[in-house]
């Protein structure tokens, strides 16, 4: 299997040896055909935890479509994935908890959100209760490639129905 970045390398590396360390610690292998075993089944658990993240995956133009957005920055929607959703009015939760690759919900428009979304690698922003950015925030949006949406939802419904939809939040592991 190829990875991205050698980044996921590292920490998958790392995952599967403190599989193994563990196994050692506890005395369930004490030998190399055991600690080749306990990497492989480690590895099978990695692959089949991207597997699951893959089924809750969700594109933009189905965040558009169940929450009834409109887009106001940003294309190919049908091809833009998304892994999870967060809701958030407090950005330095947002850096806290967020994953890369995921959409904001929040109600805050000036550009800190969008500064915010490119420093924790979020895909997309939306915007509930209505509320658009102003033309300053927008263009640094198309600047920095992060998609804008606006829906008229509050956040907590639509995160429900994103929840509903089959999109995992930032707690999921």
């Not at 947002?94 to 000036?110: A, E, K, M, N, Y």
């Not at 420093?119 to 300053?136: E, L, N, Y």
Request: proline share 2%.
């Amino acid at each position: 299997m190829v990875f991205a970045n050698s980044a996921c390398v590292r920490r998958n590396r790392s995952e599967q040896g403190q599989l193994v360390r563990q196994a050692e610690v506890s005395g369930r292998t004490s030998h190399a055909s055991n600690k080749i075993e306990l990497y492989e089944q480690g590895k099978a658990g990695l692959v089949e935890k991207r597997k699951t993240q893959r089924e809750h995956e969700m594109t933009l133009a189905e965040v558009k479509k169940i929450l009834d957005c409109e887009v106001l920055q940003g294309d190919k929607l049908e091809t833009t994935e998304i892994i999870t959703a967060c809701g958030c009015d407090l950005m330095s939760d947002v850096l806290q908890f967020i994953r890369p690759d995921s959409l904001l919900l929040t109600g805050l428009t000036h550009p800190q959100a969008v500064r915010t979304a490119e420093i924790a690698d979020v895909r997309a922003i939306c915007f509930v209760r209505g509320k658009k950015p102003d033309g300053k925030t927008t263009r640094l949006a198309k600047d920095k490639g992060i998609w804008l949406l606006a829906t008229q939802l509050p956040l907590f419904e639509s995160c429900a129905k994103l929840y509903n939809g089959g999109l995992l939040g930032c707690s999921a592991s």
